[in-house]
């Protein structure tokens, strides 16, 4: 069974995430990263590999909010964002339903203005698009109905059974056990682009040195300047996006 992560695998919605934390923190609805200062966008997104949780992507741009004037060049080292995620009284779960209200009433304000903040990471889009009977599945921290309607505006047949979805708060572990369920026979091969999403997943379902999940690294994707080197650390291979086409006709039948 092959599965994809979504955000930083399959789409690229750096600029779509970074309007709707931006508008979840401060209340505001903007519409286009020219409403935000270059520096604060530039030092979020900077920094939005870390983020695991969406919930998480909040506290980041509190933080930004409060240092873009005087540290716009800053990347955090692993301990200090731990520390800034750390210090908050709201759950993630609160947090995660709140940036998926903000992004619905975003949605409802301009939709045409909420697509074009995305890109299909290409070829491999368009690849998936060509081959739309092979089985795979998306399990991704995003909300469902912001995936679907991504997947349906550039051409991609997802059915609703087939997203793996954060609504509600659910984990990628939780979701993935869910897989497991439908699908019996492993082994399950993964491509994220967060060696901290592959490093969990690996450590929920790889008990007793059994390779049940395949973690994947999708090098194109939100990556930070270390991952690679992690992922190597941990014997997880690194794509490319030819790398993934290849691995579809490898792993076809499969």
């Given at each position: 069974m092959l599965i994809f992560d979504f955000d930083g695998v399959l789409i690229n919605s750096l600029d779509e995430v970074t309007l709707t934390v931006y508008n979840t923190a401060t209340g505001k609805l903007a519409t286009s990263l020219t409403?935000?200062?270059?520096a604060l966008a530039g030092l979020f997104q900077r920094n939005r590999y870390h983020v695991q949780p969406i919930g998480d992507c909040i506290l980041l741009m509190d933080?930004?909010?409060n240092h873009y004037r005087r540290a716009s060049d800053t990347i955090l080292n692993l301990r200090e964002y731990e520390t800034i995620i750390s210090g908050s009284e709201e759950?993630?779960?609160e947090?995660?339903?709140?940036?998926?209200?903000t992004r619905k009433h975003f949605i409802e304000k301009d939709p045409e203005c909420w697509l074009a903040l995305h890109q299909p990471y290409q070829p491999l889009w368009n690849e998936l698009i060509r081959r739309q009977t092979y089985p795979f599945v998306i399990l991704t921290n995003k909300n469902r109905d912001a995936t679907l309607r991504l997947c349906r505006h550039f051409r991609l047949n997802m059915q609703t059974i087939d997203v793996y979805s954060g609504d509600k708060g659910v984990?990628?572990?939780?979701?993935?056990q869910q897989i497991q369920a439908r699908y019996?026979?492993?082994?399950?091969?993964?491509?994220?682009?967060?060696?901290?999403?592959?490093?969990?997943?690996?450590?929920?379902?790889?008990?007793?040195?059994?390779?049940?999940?395949?973690?994947l690294l999708a090098s194109w994707g939100y990556t930070g300047p270390e991952d690679e080197k992690f992922a190597r650390k941990f014997g997880y291979a690194i794509l490319k996006q030819t790398d993934a086409i290849l691995f579809l006709d490898k792993k076809k039948g499969g």
């Amino acid at each position: 069974m092959l599965i994809f992560d979504f955000d930083g695998v399959l789409i690229n919605s750096l600029d779509e995430v970074t309007l709707t934390v931006y508008n979840t923190a401060t209340g505001k609805l903007a519409t286009s990263l020219t409403d935000l200062p270059p520096a604060l966008a530039g030092l979020f997104q900077r920094n939005r590999y870390h983020v695991q949780p969406i919930g998480d992507c909040i506290l980041l741009m509190d933080w930004c909010l409060n240092h873009y004037r005087r540290a716009s060049d800053t990347i955090l080292n692993l301990r200090e964002y731990e520390t800034i995620i750390s210090g908050s009284e709201e759950s993630t779960a609160e947090r995660t339903i709140r940036i998926y209200e903000t992004r619905k009433h975003f949605i409802e304000k301009d939709p045409e203005c909420w697509l074009a903040l995305h890109q299909p990471y290409q070829p491999l889009w368009n690849e998936l698009i060509r081959r739309q009977t092979y089985p795979f599945v998306i399990l991704t921290n995003k909300n469902r109905d912001a995936t679907l309607r991504l997947c349906r505006h550039f051409r991609l047949n997802m059915q609703t059974i087939d997203v793996y979805s954060g609504d509600k708060g659910v984990s990628k572990t939780e979701n993935m056990q869910q897989i497991q369920a439908r699908y019996e026979a492993g082994p399950y091969y993964f491509i994220d682009d967060s060696v901290k999403n592959l490093q969990e997943l690996d450590a929920a379902l790889n008990r007793q040195k059994k390779k049940v999940l395949i973690p994947l690294l999708a090098s194109w994707g939100y990556t930070g300047p270390e991952d690679e080197k992690f992922a190597r650390k941990f014997g997880y291979a690194i794509l490319k996006q030819t790398d993934a086409i290849l691995f579809l006709d490898k792993k076809k039948g499969g």
